[in-house]
Antibody, heavy 122, light 107 residues
């Protein structure tokens, strides 16, 4: 059974930093592109960032480019999102998701974690 | 970057009605389009990929069509359990943008 468990969320002041983690199990983690998606309270889904299976390629939404860094440790089956220079508009539930086929970005998301809430407020 | 739009933003229909949601890409994306269903308080669920392929386990009342820039998600006979928000997503290339969503309610 595929499981994705996020952690690391919390309350942080504007300008602060936070690192999110996503621990995966139930599939061959090191063969899959992984993605972070966020959802602000009462709003829609927003794609944040994706990383290739071997960390060679990374992509970011314009809204987070230069502030967020996606990474992964395949030896620990763990995906990360380092978030710096946080703003109020970054407040959201952040979820990790796996893509449906191995070693490609050009497939949809088929499993999502429950997410971790990040609140940016003074 | 390619922009994704959806219409309507919300709709209310009766049980048994045929419901259609449109997703439009600002540039052609071939059939690299997925539809997701998100029920209140739940994680999104993949319904359709490659614009028209039904994900395993999804009821056959859901169908998708389109290619290039215009896509449609159709529920042939709306059921109470279909109350949810529906999102399209492009995945031909980054950024892997979602549409703004369509909220479906029962009248």
């Amino acid at each position: 059974e595929v499981q994705l468990l996020e952690s690391g969320g919390g309350l942080v002041q504007p300008g602060g930093s936070l690192r999110l983690s996503c621990t995966a199990s139930g599939f061959t983690f090191n063969n899959h592109v992984m993605t972070w998606v966020r959802q602000a309270p009462g709003k829609g889904l927003e794609w944040v960032s994706s990383i290739s299976s071997g960390s060679v390629s990374t992509y970011y939404a314009d809204s987070v480019k230069g502030r967020f860094t996606i990474s992964r440790d395949n030896s620990k089956n763990t995906l990360y999102l380092q978030m710096n220079s946080l703003r109020a508009e970054d407040t959201a539930v952040y979820s990790c998701a796996k893509l449906s086929s191995e070693n490609t970005f050009r497939v949809p998301l088929d499993y999502w974690g429950q997410g971790t809430l990040v609140t940016v407020s003074s | 970057d390619i922009q994704m739009t959806q219409s309507p933003s919300s709709l209310s229909a009766s049980v048994g009605d045929r419901v259609s949601i449109t997703c439009r890409a600002s540039q052609g994306i071939s059939t690299y389009l997925a539809w997701y269903q998100q029920k209140p308080g739940k994680v999104p669920k993949l319904l359709i990929f490659s614009a028209s392929t039904l994900q395993s386990g999804v009821p056959s009342r859901f169908s998708g069509s389109g290619s290039g820039t215009d896509f449609t998600l159709t529920i042939s006979s709306l059921q109470p359990e279909d109350v949810a928000s529906y999102y399209c997503q492009k995945y031909n290339s980054a950024p892997f943008t979602f549409g703004p969503g369509t909220k479906v309610d029962i009248k």
